[in-house]
């Protein structure tokens, strides 16, 4: 290990030293382990699954699940992606036994044997087999449904490259305000063929799910062109009041009103009130239908609201859920500094903010997976002080937990972030050899730079990241929404540089080895329509280049509880996170 790397044993009394490293343990049943697998050739998955951290009654699941047509045409963002300057990430891991890595000096551990099955998987475990729904594996009770991605076209269009931030005039819609640029755009449809197979798992899935009767998307998620989704009333509006200090940045909080005058980083002005489209309602607190369109089409105040993630909780009203999330994640990462051996503080960089804590697992002088965690925030709050939460979970399977710091905005900018978030993995490499796979998590903006890690050339870092995996939490993969919001007063974006730093127009093609690094984009039932369109989108292209990808879409939690759960073992994305890992070993 390197010196810069060794641990200050700052351990606490439960792990310390205590137990030496467990593989992990098996979790799930063998067929249940299938799930996400990538099929033969490996061509990527397309799995969605809807998942329900309680044991939910089964409604019905479906007994088969059609592959997408290897010949699929790619999308055009998908083709001008492929064109882009930056080659894909190229992962030539050994994962043979006894391999070395590359990067080592150390040989390559054995691979251990695949966790063997053993009993019913965990209450609350959903996972669910391709193919496979039905079989013992397969229980009431863990199963909600299973649905399949939409062909989402109409959000594929190429884009312009203009260097000028876009601008909403007062009183029109976001979208008239790239009239410029958008006129000339031609929506490209980038439908795949569409085969009899298909057209009939939507009519199951519509059967199936009575609560998206019709839909073959996650619900909330538009149809091409027009959204009807559903959402609870009640959102709430916010408060006026200056809301709590927000560690590690400057208080983020959504602004009510719109009336804000033109300026350079590219939000412009909306109509007061700038109203949706009329939607039907019920009753208060009941499922409502209501229309909408793209993001284009909506008033800067309903633009807003799509990206503020904390009125679309429904546990609390907006600045007690974020204030929470703080206190949740701050006081979680406290308790696991004072349970585990931790290296924390590490440089990675000569920046302030290019530091890293480690989270070491009982026994570390073996190899060990490594899980690094990319703070959210909206690249505005938060840091690594508030990013150890779920190492407690993990270190009790053998899994080193690595929280990233970088600057946040506004002394950070976004290129830069990306910039720090590369050379953070670029470090880890190079100075500790006993890393046995990466496996990459991130939230909110983090899932932004994690999505931007795995878009990386490592050429110029001189160090290829044996990524296995990437765990992407209710993430924004385009950037150029939210130029018309508040998040880009801090951010000052172009919109050359949103369209840079947009994971979904910087998709490289998966190459064989990189198709091996299993993705899951989670996104909870109460994110917006926008941000659950966004996972939806940027999981579509992923697959579409060829990455074995799965969307996953957790019900019962919001933006926020959606990560914080997992400080829980028992919660189900910590459970498909070990499972997943577990696999990749
Ligand atoms: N994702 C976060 C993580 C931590 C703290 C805040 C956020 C936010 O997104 C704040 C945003 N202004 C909101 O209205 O929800």
Redesign the pocket.
């Known amino acids: 290990m390197s010196s810069v790397l060794r641990e200050q044993e700052s351990a606490g009394p439960a792990t310390a030293g205590s137990s030496p490293a467990q593989p992990i343990p098996p979790r799930l049943t063998s067929s249940q382990r299938t799930w996400g697998r990538r099929s033969p050739g490996g061509r990527a998955t397309r799995s969605v699954v809807r998942c329900r951290p309680a044991v939910a009654p089964l409604q019905r699941c479906s007994t088969s699940a059609p592959t997408r047509p290897s010949t699929a045409a790619p999308s055009p963002r998908t083709a001008a992606a492929r064109s882009h300057p930056r080659p894909g990430p190229a992962l030539p891991v050994p994962r043979s036994p006894g391999a070395r890595h590359p990067l080592t000096a150390d040989p390559a551990p054995p691979i251990p044997a695949p966790p063997t099955p053993s009993g019913p998987a965990p209450a609350g475990t959903w996972i669910c087999p391709r193919g496979r729904l039905g079989e013992p594996g397969c229980t009431p009770g863990t199963v909600r449904q299973l649905m399949f991605a939409p062909l989402l076209t109409d959000r594929l269009t190429d884009r312009p490259t203009d260097s000028q931030p876009a601008r909403a005039p007062p009183g029109r819609p976001i979208r008239d305000s790239l009239a410029s640029t958008d006129r000339r755009r031609r929506p490209i449809r980038a439908e795949l063929p569409r085969s009899a197979d298909q057209s009939e798992r939507r009519r199951e899935i519509s059967h199936f799910s009575p609560r998206s009767r019709g839909a073959s998307r996650l619900p909330g998620v538009p149809r091409a062109g027009l959204l009807r989704h559903r959402l609870d009333r009640g959102v709430r509006g916010l408060s006026s009041r200056p809301g709590p200090a ?1 560690p590690g940045g400057q208080w ?3 602004r009510p009103g719109p009336t804000r005058p033109p300026e350079a980083n590219g939000r412009g002005t909306a109509p007061p009130s700038a109203p949706t489209r009329p939607g039907r309602q019920r009753q208060r607190g009941r499922v409502i239908e209501e229309e909408m369109g793209r993001w284009q089409d909506m008033g800067l105040e309903e633009l807003e609201k799509q990206y ?4 679309w909780s429904r546990r609390m009203d ?1 600045e007690s859920v ?1 204030q929470a ?2 206190d949740v994640m701050t006081a979680g990462t406290q308790k696991a500094q004072a349970a585990a051996r931790t290296s924390l503080h590490v440089p990675y960089g000569d920046g302030d903010g290019e530091k890293l804590d480690i989270y070491f697992p009982g026994d570390s002088s073996e190899t060990f997976p490594v899980f690094v965690y990319i703070h ?3 690249w505005q ?2 840091s690594k002080d508030a990013s150890g939460f779920a190492a407690p979970a993990l270190l009790s399977q053998g899994i080193a937990v690595v929280a990233i710091g970088y600057d946040i905005a506004p002394k950070g900018h976004i290129d830069a972030m990306v910039l720090q978030v590369r050379r953070s993995l670029a470090f880890l490499v190079k100075q500790y050899h006993r890393i046995r796979g990466i496996y990459l998590c991130g939230h ?2 983090g899932a932004h730079l994690a999505a931007m890690v795995l878009s990386t050339d490592w050429t110029e870092f001189g160090v290829v990241p044996d990524i296995r995996g990437a765990v992407l939490v209710s993430g924004v993969y385009d950037l150029e929404p939210l130029l018309h919001t ?2 880009n007063d801090a951010l000052n974006m172009s919109l050359e540089v949103a369209q840079r730093n947009s994971p979904i127009l910087c998709i490289t093609q998966a190459v064989p080895v990189a198709a091996s690094c299993e993705v899951l984009v989670a996104v909870a039932q109460h994110d917006s329509p926008e941000f659950r369109r966004q996972s939806q989108e940027y999981s579509q292209a992923l697959r579409l280049a060829g990455w074995s990808v799965s969307l996953l879409d957790l019900a019962s939690v919001d ?2 509880d959606i990560i914080e759960k997992l400080s829980e073992e028992t919660y189900v994305l910590t459970q498909v996170i070990l499972n997943m890992i577990a696999r990749a070993c």
Not at 308 to 311: A, E, F, G, H, T
């Open positions: 927000c983020l909080r959504a503020s993630p904390s009125r907006s974020i999330h703080i959210g925030g909206y709050c938060l909110s903006a508040y998040v933006h926020f």
